[in-house]
């Protein structure tokens, strides 16, 4: 079964400290993930995906079929980063779930 | 920007009441979703819904759980007897197609059951 492991619950860093919130996920096919975010009372939404290769708000993330990894990386956290990140998996294409990891809180202090 | 909504964004409910969660998808979406989470715990996936019919379920989504899309704009999910552990966030979510799209989130309904 797929599975999507977010190790921390909490992470907390300083402004202008890097971030890396990780996402390991297990899958022997070829998946595309994907990192939702959520912000204080407001709904989930994505903030990229993997095939994508873009970057958001500063935020990116690599897929590492070898470590079977997608970490959510930004260089310079800011106050407004903070928020709940998921880290999802989606089987290959079609119309198929996602996979959530159980979600990180990101604090990020001035 | 279009988006998608759900009501309530709170239901209290007694143990063994049917609820209905409503949601309406973006317009012009053709796969709508149900996730739930339950408090401290991850989003899990409950049902998928195309072309009038469900295309996946997880094991969650028992016979206690209907999704229906009775008119061409609602897409509801109905607990026909509730139980204590159905007390979580419902999401509703749609997307235009089934693939690597963007599904787009509802802000949720919260329900208790007491």
């Known amino acids: 079964a797929q599975r999507v492991t977010q190790p921390e619950k909490l992470l907390s860093v300083f402004k202008g400290a890097p971030v890396e919130l990780k996402c390991n996920y297990s899958?022997?096919?070829?998946?595309?993930l994907f990192w939702y975010v959520q912000y204080s009372r407001q709904r989930l939404q994505l903030l990229l995906r993997?095939?994508s290769r873009e970057s958001i708000k500063g935020f990116t993330a690599d897929l590492n079929k070898g470590e079977t990894s997608f970490h959510l990386k930004k260089p310079f956290a800011q106050e407004e980063d903070s928020a709940m990140y998921y880290c999802?998996?989606?089987?290959?294409?079609?119309?198929?779930?996602?996979?959530f990891g159980k979600g990180t809180r990101l604090s990020v202090i001035a | 920007e279009p988006e998608v909504t759900q009501t309530p964004s709170h239901q209290v409910t007694q143990m063994g009441q049917e609820v209905i969660l409503r949601c309406v998808p973006i317009?012009?979406?053709?796969?709508f979703y149900w996730y739930r989470q339950i408090l401290g715990q991850k989003v899990e996936f409950l049902v998928s819904?195309?072309?009038?019919?469900?295309?996946?379920k997880s094991e969650i989504f028992d016979d206690q759980f209907s999704v229906e899309r009775p008119d061409g704009s609602n897409f509801t999910l109905k607990i026909r007897s509730t139980k204590l552990e159905d007390s979580a966030m419902y999401f509703c979510?749609?997307?235009?197609?089934?693939?690597?799209?963007?599904?787009?989130f509802g802000q949720g309904t919260r329900l208790t059951v007491v």
């Open positions: 993997h095939i």
């Open positions: 899958y022997s096919g070829s998946p595309e």
């Open positions: 317009s012009n979406h053709l796969y």
């Open positions: 999802a998996l989606k089987l290959s294409s079609g119309n198929t779930p996602l996979v």
């Open positions: 979510a749609s997307s235009s197609t089934g693939g690597d799209t963007e599904a787009f």
């Open positions: 819904f195309y072309n009038n019919e469900i295309s996946e």
